[in-house]
Structures are given as structure tokens and as C-alpha cells.
């Protein structure tokens, strides 16, 4: 053999070695549909093929597809990707990219054959269309802004509620304001690169407030900068209304058991009122004037502790919301430490602040607070008194954990039992005989709840008590006057 | 021998007039206005019977009433308790002390008092209902 016709006939092995070890599906058609050659992927995938149409092959079908872009390489000779769906040997349907290329035998332009390379892109396809489907369908708002603060793409669940919105500014459509809004989680996004979180009110298509937390991250596509952000919502507006209606309840609850309270005061009052009269009645009978003046102080007395009780009472029961400031809650406690700490000292009681430190700031009602930790500061105090122990202290501590803000007063003083313990907030109980009303810790509860928080007691008689006031920061300011974001 | 009647009460008023309406009944009383108190005293000089309040400083009657229960010689004193704490109809002793070992109270009279009624029921508990109210001693 001479070295030419070596060299062609290992040419020819290379190329069907080439031909058919190709890890696509190769296949060669001639005008009339017919497969002249194919690979053996090809036949794997499609089963045989010898002198059959490509069109019973692919779409295992008796006619040409309605719109064989095939056909119209033969006519312009142009080379095309086309996506399709194909049908293999097992009957199975799948997403096939198919390149499709003129082969030409002659220089005259004329197509003689054309060669189809196709390749499974299923699971791509199937992805696209997951994330389609998940991306319309999650139950939340998902947005897609570009630099601008364009809206270029939105979920189902967002244009239901906030209409159609491709191309407009997310401020427009959100909120209907003419300029960025204040505190934009986007916007910080778009400078750090980072995920941000906040909560905002937005207005829906049909002027409906909508309360909705976002949060947002930068759509990474591979560039140094952040050009897109994806901003995911979850509508909040129906959890904000029940833990509103919760915090009513509670408030309402308090009013209740004040009520209950108050029924028992007065009934002490009564007994002095039916004490009194009864006494100057049996002196009259007696003629002993000794019993009708203790009759007589007694019904003064009772008099009295009506105009008192109700004078608290009137006072506590005034229904009004927290007046927020954003204060150190640090700064509140030291106050009052200032402000008891000789009054404690004189009676042999240390009280010290034990503070969080770098403690974020909070709105709270700074006078509100004030009255709260007088009235459990002057109770640590007197239980430290009653206790009759050395070394007494109380204490005020502030924490800020897992989002909850404490504030709480502890002492080693004489402590409760459980009895005590169960009643202390729903009577007008007192401990302290004639002195008390009973209304101290009613009305810390109570403006303690309006802050949208709760008072928790933990004691043990002989020990000491520890009252903590949790506030969680969420929903701290729910129960202001509703006032015009920034 | 005069009956002496216990009255534990934190409420100075209250004592004063309960120790009026018993006394002019012809009863002797003591009254104690803490727990504490009425501990030692009840150690001390056994009564009759006991008029005992709920809420008071320091311990409340209910704790007084266990101790009492578990006491030597005690355990049979009749304890009325008076308190207006819940009504007459709603005291749930059991709320507060959920041990079956100690027995309820011997009767619950919610404040303010009628006096025929508070009168009948120290009576009846000292068993001497069948006798005239007046000059027992």
C-alpha cells in the first residue's frame, strides 16, 4: 500500500473512530428526511435508524414536522440551534439542544446533507422551569430590582398584591412615594454586598396597608459589583394585627383582675364601714362612750380609705399609651440608683446597678420605667427590711438577649411563698398592713404590658425575690401612637 | 368556762370589730395580725375555734392553716375562715392546697360579714347550735 493511501485510509478510521465515539448523538440527513449516518450514541439513545425517516426517529412519527427548521438549512444554508423535544427508543419524552450545520460536497453552495449534533439538556430545562414555578408560587413576595431601584422581575404573589409593577421604581410601587424610602434594605445591599433585614408598611393595589418584612441580598452574577437585588417579603400584616389583638387582651385581662382587685379592697373597707356603725350602735345600747368614739374613728377611718382607694384607683385606671423615646435603658437605672441609693444605705441596704454593657438603645417610656423600678426598688427594700437579714442588697441588672430586653430587681430580702406569689398581681394585695394599697405592682404590670411586655417573679421565702421585666424589642412601640415612618 | 375565739387578721379595723361582735356575744378573744404571731399563740393557749384571714404579710393564712393541721393536738380546731378574697360560693380551698392529707377548712364567710350569719356559724362549729346564742360560759 503506498503512504497516500495509508495516510487517507487512517484518515477515514480517525474520523469514523471520531464519528462514533463522539458523546453526542451525531446523525447525517439528506433532503428527503432520511438518516444516512449516525453515531453510536445516537443509536443507543434513539435505537436503529437504518433507512428510516429522521422524523420517525426524533418524534417517532409518519410526517415531517410542521416546522422542520432542517428543512430550511437545505434552502439558506444557515447553521441553527434549535431546542427541541425529542422521543428516545423507550418512549420517553426529553429537552434536547440540537445544532444543526450544512454539509456541502461541492463549493456550489448547494446543501447536500446536513449533520444534527443534539445533546440532552432535560434537567436544565426542568430546572428552569422548577424555579419558574418556585419562583412564582412562594408564598411570599419576591422582587428583582436593578440599580435604578427598577422592579424587573416579580412573583405572582407580589403582582396580586401590589399589581403590575415590571419597570417601575420598587419605591413607587411599594410605598407610592416620589423618592427612596428611608432605612432601604436594598440600598444597603447594593453598597456591602450583604444580606439586610427590616420591616416596613407598603400600600397595595387596592390602597390596602400592607405590613411586610424584606429581606434582601445581592443577586450574584459573578461581577465585582452588585448590579441586581433580589428583595424577598413575607406579608406580616395579619401576625402584626393578632399579636396587637394579644396585647389588648392582655391589657384587658389586667383590667379585669383589677377589677377583681379592687372588689376586695373595698370589701376590707366595708367591714371597717359595718364595724364602725355596729360598734355606735352597741354603745348606744351599752350607753358606753368609749365604744360609740371607736365606732365613730373607725367609720372616719373607712371614709378615708375610700377617698384614697379611689383616688389610686382613678389614677392607675387612666388609659393612656406609652409616650416613646429612644433612651439608654442603662441610663434609666442609674437614676434610680442615684436616686435610692443613701435612702437604702441608711437602712443598711446596698443597691447596686449591675448594667449591660454597650446596651443598644430602646423606645421606651422613660417615665413609665421610672415608676416601675420605684415601685419594685421600694418593695426590694422593704422586703430586705422584713427579712431581717445582714448583708442585705438589692440589686438592678439590664440584659439584652435573643432580641428580649430585661430589666430586673432582685434582693435577699424575706422572699414569698406560693401563696403570696400566686396573688401578687391579681389582687390589690399588700403586704405591708395599713401602709400599702396594693397597687404598686398592678400598675408596674400594667404599664409594663402597655410597652408590650410581661413581669416575671421568681422567689423563695427566706431567700429573696427577683422581678424581671421582658421586653422584646419587636414589640416595643406597637402600642404608640402610630407616627410617620422617617 | 368562756369559749376563746382566734382572730387572725392583718386588717386592724376588721380585728376591731370582730373582737366587738364576739366579745359583747360573750366570747374571749385573741387577736393576731401575723402568722407568726398566731403560731406562738395558738401553742400557747390552745382556742376554741379560729377566724382566720387569707391574705396577710409575710404568710398567708392558708399557710397558717397547713401548719396548724400538722400541729399536735391542734388538728381538731375549727377554723372558720374569713377573707375577702373570692365569694362565698367560689372558694376553692383545694386551689391552694392541692394534699388531700389536710382537710378543708370548717367553713369559708366572705367579707363583709352578716353578723346573725357569722354568729350561727361560730356556733355551729363549736358545737352549740342547740344552746341560746347569748351567756354561754
Given at each position: 500500500?503506498s503512504?497516500?493511501?495509508?495516510?487517507?485510509?487512517?484518515k477515514?478510521?480517525?474520523?469514523?473512530?471520531?464519528?462514533?465515539?463522539?458523546?453526542?448523538?451525531?446523525?447525517?440527513?439528506?433532503?428527503?428526511?432520511?438518516?444516512?449516518?449516525?453515531?453510536?450514541?445516537?443509536?443507543?439513545?434513539?435505537?436503529?435508524?437504518?433507512?428510516?425517516?429522521?422524523?420517525?426517529?426524533y418524534?417517532?412519527?409518519?410526517?415531517?414536522?410542521s416546522?422542520c427548521?432542517?428543512?430550511?438549512?437545505?434552502?439558506d444554508?444557515?447553521?441553527?440551534v434549535?431546542?427541541?423535544?425529542v422521543?428516545?427508543?423507550?418512549?420517553?419524552?426529553?429537552?434536547?439542544?440540537?445544532?444543526?450545520?450544512?454539509?456541502?460536497l461541492?463549493d456550489?453552495?448547494?446543501?447536500?446533507?446536513?449533520?444534527?449534533?443534539?445533546?440532552?439538556?432535560?434537567?436544565?430545562?426542568?430546572?428552569?422551569?422548577?424555579f419558574?414555578?418556585?419562583?412564582?408560587?412562594?408564598?411570599?413576595?419576591?422582587?428583582v430590582?436593578?440599580?435604578?431601584?427598577?422592579?424587573?422581575?416579580a412573583?405572582?404573589?407580589?403582582r396580586?398584591?401590589?399589581?403590575?409593577?415590571?419597570?417601575?421604581?420598587?419605591?413607587?410601587v411599594?410605598?407610592?412615594?416620589?423618592?427612596?424610602?428611608?432605612?432601604?434594605?436594598?440600598a444597603?445591599?447594593?453598597?456591602?454586598?450583604?444580606?439586610?433585614?427590616?420591616?416596613?408598611t407598603?400600600?397595595g393595589?387596592?390602597?390596602q396597608?400592607?405590613?411586610y418584612?424584606?429581606?434582601?441580598?445581592?443577586l450574584?452574577?459573578?461581577?465585582?459589583?452588585?448590579?441586581?437585588?433580589?428583595?424577598?417579603?413575607n406579608?406580616?400584616t395579619?401576625?402584626?394585627?393578632?399579636?396587637?389583638?394579644?396585647?389588648?387582651?392582655?391589657r384587658?385581662?389586667?383590667?379585669?383582675q383589677?377589677v377583681?382587685g379592687?372588689?376586695?379592697?373595698?370589701?376590707?373597707?366595708?367591714?371597717?364601714?359595718?364595724?364602725?356603725k355596729?360598734?355606735?350602735?352597741?354603745?348606744?345600747?351599752?350607753?358606753?362612750?368609749s365604744?360609740?368614739?371607736?365606732?365613730?374613728?373607725?367609720?372616719?377611718?373607712?371614709?378615708d380609705?375610700?377617698?384614697?382607694?379611689?383616688?389610686?384607683?382613678?389614677?392607675?385606671s387612666?388609659g393612656?399609651?406609652?409616650?416613646?423615646?429612644?433612651?439608654?435603658?442603662?441610663?434609666?437605672?442609674?437614676?434610680?440608683?442615684d436616686?435610692?441609693k443613701?435612702?437604702?444605705?441608711k437602712?443598711?441596704i446596698?443597691?447596686k446597678?449591675?448594667?449591660?454593657?454597650?446596651?443598644?438603645?430602646?423606645?421606651?417610656?422613660?417615665?413609665?420605667?421610672?415608676?416601675c423600678?420605684?415601685?419594685?426598688?421600694?418593695?426590694a427594700?422593704?422586703?430586705?427590711?422584713m427579712?431581717?437579714?445582714?448583708?442585705?442588697?438589692?440589686?438592678?441588672?439590664?440584659?439584652?438577649?435573643?432580641?428580649?430586653?430585661?430589666?430586673?430587681?432582685?434582693?435577699?430580702?424575706?422572699?414569698?411563698?406560693?401563696?403570696?406569689?400566686?396573688?401578687?398581681?391579681t389582687?390589690?394585695?399588700?403586704?405591708k398592713?395599713?401602709?400599702?394599697?396594693?397597687?404598686?405592682?398592678?400598675?408596674?404590670r400594667?404599664?409594663?404590658?402597655?410597652h408590650?411586655?410581661?413581669?416575671?417573679v421568681?422567689s423563695?421565702?427566706?431567700?429573696?425575690?427577683?422581678?424581671?421585666m421582658?421586653?422584646?424589642?419587636?414589640?416595643?412601640?406597637?402600642?404608640?401612637?402610630?407616627?410617620e415612618?422617617? | 368556762?368562756?369559749?376563746?375565739?382566734?382572730?387572725?387578721?392583718?386588717?386592724?379595723d376588721?380585728?376591731e370589730?370582730?373582737?366587738?361582735?364576739?366579745?359583747?356575744?360573750?366570747?374571749?378573744t385573741?387577736?393576731c395580725?401575723?402568722?407568726?404571731?398566731?403560731?406562738?399563740?395558738?401553742?400557747?393557749?390552745?382556742?376554741?375555734?379560729?377566724?382566720?384571714?387569707?391574705?396577710?404579710?409575710h404568710?398567708?393564712?392558708?399557710?397558717?392553716?397547713?401548719?396548724?393541721?400538722?400541729?399536735q393536738g391542734?388538728?381538731n380546731v375549727?377554723?372558720?375562715?374569713?377573707?375577702?378574697?373570692?365569694?362565698?360560693?367560689?372558694?376553692?380551698?383545694?386551689?391552694?392546697?392541692?394534699d388531700?392529707?389536710?382537710?378543708?377548712p370548717?367553713?369559708?364567710?366572705?367579707?363583709?360579714?352578716?353578723?346573725?350569719?357569722?354568729?350561727?356559724?361560730?356556733?355551729?362549729?363549736?358545737?352549740?347550735s342547740?344552746?341560746?346564742?347569748k351567756?354561754?360560759?
Amino acid at each position: 500500500m503506498s503512504a497516500a493511501k495509508t495516510s487517507r485510509a487512517l484518515k477515514e478510521l480517525l474520523f469514523d473512530q471520531f464519528f462514533q465515539q463522539l458523546p453526542f448523538n451525531v446523525a447525517i440527513i439528506d433532503r428527503d428526511y432520511n438518516i444516512v449516518q449516525a453515531n453510536n450514541s445516537f443509536r443507543e439513545y434513539f435505537g436503529e435508524w437504518e433507512g428510516k425517516k429522521c422524523y420517525a426517529v426524533y418524534k417517532k412519527q409518519d410526517h415531517p414536522c410542521s416546522r422542520c427548521q432542517s428543512l430550511q438549512i437545505f434552502e439558506d444554508g444557515k447553521t441553527r440551534v434549535i431546542d427541541s423535544v425529542v422521543v428516545d427508543k423507550n418512549g420517553q419524552w426529553s429537552h434536547h439542544v440540537v445544532q444543526s450545520a450544512p454539509l456541502m460536497l461541492s463549493d456550489k453552495g448547494h446543501v447536500d446533507y446536513i449533520i444534527e449534533i443534539s445533546s440532552i439538556v432535560t434537567d436544565t430545562a426542568q430546572w428552569q422551569q422548577e424555579f419558574n414555578i418556585l419562583f412564582d408560587r412562594v408564598p411570599c413576595y419576591v422582587t428583582v430590582i436593578n440599580e435604578d431601584f427598577r422592579i424587573v422581575r416579580a412573583n405572582e404573589a407580589f403582582r396580586e398584591s401590589f399589581g403590575d409593577v415590571l419597570g417601575k421604581y420598587c419605591y413607587e410601587v411599594y410605598k407610592r412615594r416620589k423618592s427612596k424610602c428611608p432605612r432601604c434594605p436594598a440600598a444597603k445591599t447594593f453598597k456591602d454586598g450583604k444580606m439586610h433585614h427590616s420591616e416596613h408598611t407598603g400600600i397595595g393595589k387596592a390602597g390596602q396597608n400592607i405590613e411586610y418584612a424584606v429581606t434582601t441580598s445581592p443577586l450574584d452574577r459573578g461581577r465585582d459589583k452588585v448590579a441586581h437585588v433580589i428583595e424577598i417579603s413575607n406579608d406580616v400584616t395579619r401576625l402584626k394585627k393578632l399579636e396587637k389583638e394579644v396585647l389588648e387582651a392582655e391589657r384587658l385581662a389586667a383590667v379585669g383582675q383589677t377589677v377583681a382587685g379592687l372588689a376586695h379592697s373595698i370589701k376590707n373597707i366595708l367591714m371597717g364601714l359595718e364595724g364602725g356603725k355596729y360598734m355606735i350602735g352597741l354603745g348606744l345600747k351599752k350607753d358606753d362612750r368609749s365604744l360609740i368614739d371607736r365606732g365613730s374613728e373607725m367609720l372616719d377611718r373607712n371614709f378615708d380609705k375610700t377617698t384614697t382607694l379611689v383616688k389610686d384607683f382613678l389614677s392607675f385606671s387612666k388609659g393612656r399609651l406609652p409616650k416613646l423615646r429612644m433612651v439608654n435603658p442603662n441610663d434609666l437605672v442609674m437614676e434610680i440608683v442615684d436616686l435610692y441609693k443613701d435612702i437604702a444605705a441608711k437602712s443598711g441596704i446596698e443597691l447596686k446597678a449591675d448594667l449591660k454593657p454597650n446596651m443598644a438603645r430602646a423606645p421606651l417610656d422613660p417615665d413609665a420605667i421610672h415608676t416601675c423600678l420605684t415601685n419594685l426598688v421600694s418593695n426590694a427594700i422593704d422586703a430586705c427590711l422584713m427579712g431581717e437579714q445582714k448583708g442585705s442588697e438589692v440589686v438592678i441588672a439590664t440584659r439584652d438577649e435573643k432580641g428580649i430586653l430585661t430589666i430586673q430587681v432582685t434582693d435577699n430580702g424575706t422572699g414569698m411563698d406560693y401563696e403570696i406569689k400566686k396573688k401578687i398581681f391579681t389582687t390589690f394585695f399588700t403586704t405591708k398592713g395599713g401602709e400599702g394599697t396594693g397597687l404598686g405592682l398592678l400598675t408596674t404590670r400594667k404599664l409594663v404590658q402597655e410597652h408590650g411586655g410581661k413581669i416575671i417573679v421568681e422567689s423563695k421565702k427566706g431567700e429573696g425575690s427577683r422581678f424581671i421585666m421582658e421586653f422584646p424589642r419587636k414589640r416595643l412601640g406597637m402600642l404608640h401612637e402610630e407616627t410617620e415612618e422617617e | 368556762m368562756r369559749k376563746l375565739i382566734m382572730i387572725i387578721e392583718d386588717e386592724p379595723d376588721v380585728m376591731e370589730y370582730l373582737k366587738t361582735i364576739l366579745e359583747s356575744e360573750g366570747y374571749d378573744t385573741v387577736g393576731c395580725m401575723t402568722v407568726k404571731d398566731a403560731i406562738d399563740a395558738v401553742r400557747r393557749t390552745p382556742p376554741d375555734l379560729i377566724c382566720l384571714d387569707i391574705m396577710m404579710p409575710h404568710e398567708t393564712g392558708i399557710s397558717f392553716y397547713t401548719r396548724l393541721k400538722k400541729m399536735q393536738g391542734l388538728q381538731n380546731v375549727p377554723v372558720i375562715v374569713v377573707s375577702g378574697a373570692v365569694q362565698q360560693g367560689d372558694f376553692d380551698f383545694r386551689s391552694y392546697v392541692p394534699d388531700k392529707s389536710i382537710p378543708e377548712p370548717d367553713c369559708y364567710l366572705e367579707k363583709p360579714i352578716i353578723i346573725p350569719e357569722f354568729m350561727k356559724t361560730i356556733e355551729k362549729h363549736l358545737g352549740l347550735s342547740s344552746l341560746p346564742a347569748k351567756g354561754k360560759g
